[in-house]
């Protein structure tokens, strides 16, 4: 018996062992098996008389113990849901999901690749501004309904305090003021970034969108060098065949201004890539730049437009969603 015990307890330790179905199959062909039952009971047939009953007891007990671990140990796997793996190793792998740049990251870059072969640097600003650079230097007086509260986001003050309250950037062109600022003219730069307005969300406004702004400053500037300016950058950009026109409008910052309208196929409308003009003289004395010596131009387009006009998008708010199924396509 005690060599019977010695097997029982190999058995049961490589039962233990077993971690899946055909584990489990090959420990019971082992142990439990015809041959392996008649080995197990053989002592039985040689023992004296008067102790084969004894022996019996204990070896039935013996081949119920392993019978009883088979059933707890089968039973245990199958509830684990552990099952043999089985695989084809000459079926191609699967490709790991590569991500790839937001469409309105790859028209950034793009469009300030263009502007920089055209001769312009890059430039950026805060988001977050004091009225002064937001409003004030750009010729815009505290009773025009740009600054209006409902109109901006103010972080600070309530926007009646001439140019101490703080909001976030209604346009880029802070920044042509931070630059007049610090720099002395020949100017041309382009700048893009991120401005805030509390507009309701359509199929092309939201309240927070990305503008590129441009500006130019130097001696004998005049309208027609940024007339040629936008329309060597809409058919460099969008292709030669692009209608675009310039209408008449009004900015308090730009003299003339105009209005600049790109013709959207899937639309079959003209829609508003942005406005442009010549820079007012109060913002050249705001800036500390004498407006009789020097002359500039600036223009600020939408981004979400150009691309929507670029990749044929018909509404706006599929850039901000985050629907893969959209953004998988660029």
Request: proline share 6%; with cysteine; net charge neutral.
């Amino acid at each position: 018996m005690d060599e019977t015990e010695s097997q029982i307890a190999a058995a049961l330790t490589a039962l233990a062992a077993a971690a899946n179905a055909a584990q489990l199959e090959a420990w019971r062909i082992q142990f439990m098996g015809t041959k392996a039952i008649k080995d197990l009971m053989a002592p039985l047939a040689a023992a004296p008389k008067e102790q084969k009953r004894e022996l019996g007891q204990k070896l039935n007990a013996a081949k119920l113990q392993l019978q009883e671990g088979f059933d707890k140990r089968k039973s245990e796997i199958e509830k684990s849901g552990v099952r043999p793996v089985a695989f084809d190793v000459s079926e191609p792998g699967r490709r790991p999901a590569v991500g790839n740049k937001h469409p309105l990251t790859k028209v950034i870059e793009e469009l300030t690749e263009l502007f920089s072969r055209m001769g312009f640097a890059v430039a950026g600003g805060p988001e977050v501004e004091d009225e002064f650079h937001n409003f004030v230097a750009l010729n815009i007086p505290e009773s025009h309904p740009a600054r209006d509260p409902l109109d901006n986001f103010y972080l600070s003050g309530d926007g009646v305090g001439a140019d101490k309250s703080l909001l976030l950037r209604t346009q880029t062109s802070t920044v042509q003021i931070r630059i007049m600022e610090t720099q002395r003219p020949p100017i041309r730069v382009v700048i893009p970034g991120r401005v805030f307005r509390p507009d309701t969300h359509d199929a092309t406004h939201l309240s927070m969108f990305h503008q590129l702004e441009a500006l130019v400053v130097d001696r004998h500037v005049t309208m027609v060098d940024l007339k040629s300016t936008i329309h060597q950058f809409v058919k460099a950009y969008f292709g030669e065949n692009t209608r675009l026109r310039l209408r008449p409008s009004f900015f308090p910052f730009t003299e003339p201004s105009a209005e600049v309208d790109v013709w959207f196929p899937d639309k079959q409308k003209w829609i508003e890539l942005g406005g442009c003009g010549m820079v007012h003289p109060n913002v050249f004395k705001a800036c500390g730049i004498d407006s009789e010596e020097y002359s500039g131009w600036a223009f600020g387009f939408g981004i979400e437009r150009i691309a929507m006009r670029k990749y044929g998008v018909s509404d706006i708010r599929n850039f901000v969603e985050n629907d893969l199924r959209f953004l998988r396509q660029f």
